[in-house]
């Protein structure tokens, strides 16, 4: 097995190296003034097992596009010379998000996305709780594995949860299944007191509307549960909204803290007492170092990649590791 993390990933790829009692490949990567650039492997590569680890949001002066072209080119050169096996380790998958048309004329960025991966001979793709997972499965003809992350925050919900009644929301409505599957979890591995609501949320043209508020929070403390963090806005709508409606407390739960311009906002914002990410992306740890007075806390994935990919080499079942009954 070769694992590499390519630039801007190698805090995350170093964890899990360390986790599986490894450490990372040797790689090179080049930036030529005109923008182009390359990068190969400082090991042999032929006949190898090999895992390139790369989170696909923009960031500190690379754009997701750089990182989505780094990312197939060095699996592509890998393949040129003799790997076996190629697997893209992407906790954070660019182009998630627009899996549909929901206006004339639009693109399925996640299909051509897939079509990228497949066409420099990958062989598996990893990722953690993408924003469609119904999509993302259909879209790759190759092997997908979508790690679920809801174990990660169970400890983080019953250790601020107090003991009290708790309230699992989803801000919108496309976020109901995976808040419901949250809710579940927490009803099997804690004693504590589940309820369960979401908000209607319509975007068009950058306009967010809707009035719908599903769910009696009064009294709880709520968890907000989303995919991602991006400006924060749908989160501090929802927040919001649960204030209003007299709940104890109100955190922010979500797998990928993209902290994108705007979100001074949120961090500045009252409305929540907890914002809880995990390391799927370097943003989060420069959130916490650039607002210190953000309430922000990281929980580290790094254990579940390494347990995933640990599966994958030896063979084991990845069943619970997926969310889905063996």
Do not use: W
Not at 90 to 106: G, H, I, M, V
Not at 131 to 150: G, L
Not at 283 to 297: C, D, F, I, M, W
């Amino acid at each position: 097995m070769r694992l590499f993390a390519l630039n801007g990933s190698e805090h995350l790829g170093g964890a899990v190296a360390k986790t599986l009692g490894a450490t990372l490949d040797p790689h090179e990567e080049r930036d030529f003034e005109d923008g182009e650039h390359k990068a190969r492997p400082l090991v042999c590569v032929r006949g190898e097992d090999v895992y390139v680890l790369h989170s696909l949001a923009g960031g500190d002066g690379a754009s997701a596009n750089d990182r989505l072209m780094k990312l197939l080119f060095f699996l592509a050169t890998c393949r040129e010379h003799g790997a076996e096996r190629v697997t893209a380790v992407a906790p954070y998958l660019a182009y998630s998000r627009k899996d549909r048309q929901t206006k004339a004329r639009d693109p399925v960025t996640t299909r051509y996305v897939a079509q990228l991966f497949e066409a420099v001979g990958t062989d598996r793709i990893i990722t953690l709780d993408v924003h469609n997972i119904s999509a993302f499965q259909n879209a790759f003809r190759c092997e997908t594995i979508h790690v679920d992350t809801r174990r990660l925050f169970v400890p983080v919900v019953e250790r601020l949860a107090e003991g009290q009644p708790v309230t699992i929301l989803s801000p919108d409505g496309g976020g109901v299944k995976r808040a419901q599957l949250l809710k579940e979890h927490l009803e099997t591995d804690t004693d504590l007191k589940m309820g369960f609501g979401f908000l209607e949320k319509r975007r068009s043209r950058g306009v967010v509307s809707g009035d719908l508020f599903a769910g009696e929070v009064d009294g709880t403390v709520v968890f907000v549960v989303d995919d991602m963090i991006s400006t924060g806005g749908t989160m501090l709508r929802a927040a919001t909204a649960c204030r209003e409606r007299g709940a104890k407390a109100v955190h922010a739960i979500a797998t990928h803290g993209l902290f994108s311009e705007g979100v001074e906002a949120l961090f500045d914002s009252d409305a929540f007492d907890n914002i809880v990410v995990t390391d799927s992306l370097p943003a989060a740890a420069q959130a916490k170092t650039g607002h210190p007075s953000a309430r922000l806390e990281i929980v580290s994935a790094a254990g579940l990649i390494a347990d995933a990919l640990k599966r994958l080499r030896d063979g084991g079942s990845i069943c619970d590791l997926l969310g889905v009954e063996s």
